[in-house]
């Protein structure tokens, strides 16, 4: 099965800083996912990954694939408190998106 | 509602017992999928429903475990014999196509006793 391994495991950085998140996976990766998820709640979408190259961005979110390094980076630009939570990637090893394969998470606290 | 739907959110139970969890999934999504996430761990995909296609279900932990999805909609997830280590959170997700973005349901917290 696939293997995702997310780094770091934890994060604290203070308002404002910038900060980024790596997902690495064992396998070709034919979709990236970004979410997010704080206690209690449950996933939010962030972005969609497909194509080697391909980079994205929402508000101060900014996501990349590298798909020959099999690698996907997740970057936040000047952190807020709204931005704390966990970030989970998952990953598509089928081409069918039949069975999403999840790292086990980035836990971010953003302090004042 | 817009989003996914699970119910109960929080089920408490007893070993031995056995338990249905309910996802309704965003309307015209052809793709369900459930998780489940234990304490500390990612996600464990489950089950997989595509349509009018078989369901893959080759992430069912054990013979307790079974699903199903009726009229291309509503699913339901049945543990039976329900065991401690079945204590997880179980997530349902929807996706309008297969290898769209999934769309979570805010889950059921399941604590067997």
């Known amino acids: 099965s696939q293997e995702l391994e997310q780094s770091p495991q934890s994060l604290i950085v203070q308002e404002g800083k910038n900060l980024t998140i790596n997902c690495t996976s064992s396998k070709t990766l034919y979709g990236l996912y970004w979410y997010k998820q704080k206690y209690g709640e449950g996933l939010i979408f962030l972005m969609m990954?497909?194509?080697?190259?391909e980079e994205k961005s929402h508000e101060k979110i900014t996501a990349k694939l590298d798909e020959k390094k099999q690698q996907s980076s997740l970057h936040i630009t000047a952190s807020q408190p709204s931005h704390a939570g966990i970030y989970l990637c998952?990953?598509?090893?089928?081409?069918?998106?039949?069975?999403?394969?999840f790292g086990t998470g980035t836990r971010l606290q953003v302090t004042l | 509602g817009a989003g996914v739907s699970q119910s109960p959110s929080n089920k408490v139970t007893e070993k031995g017992k056995d338990v249905e969890l309910r996802c309704d999934p965003i309307?015209?999504?052809?793709?369900l999928y459930w998780y489940r996430q234990s304490l500390g761990q990612g996600l464990e995909f489950l089950i997989y429903?595509?349509?009018?296609?078989?369901?893959?279900k080759s992430g069912l932990p054990s013979d307790r475990f079974s699903a199903e999805r009726t009229g291309g909609s509503v699913s339901t997830l049945t543990i039976q014999r329900t065991q401690q280590e079945d204590s997880a959170v179980y997530l349902c997700?929807?996706?309008?196509?297969?290898?769209?973005?999934?769309?979570f349901g805010p889950g059921t917290r399941l604590t067997v006793l």
């Open positions: 997700a929807s996706s309008l196509i297969a290898g769209g973005p999934l769309f």
């Open positions: 429903f595509q349509g009018n296609s078989a369901p893959d």
């Open positions: 998952g990953a598509d090893s089928s081409g069918t998106a039949s069975k999403l394969t």
């Open positions: 309307s015209g999504h052809t793709a």
């Open positions: 990954l497909q194509k080697g190259g």
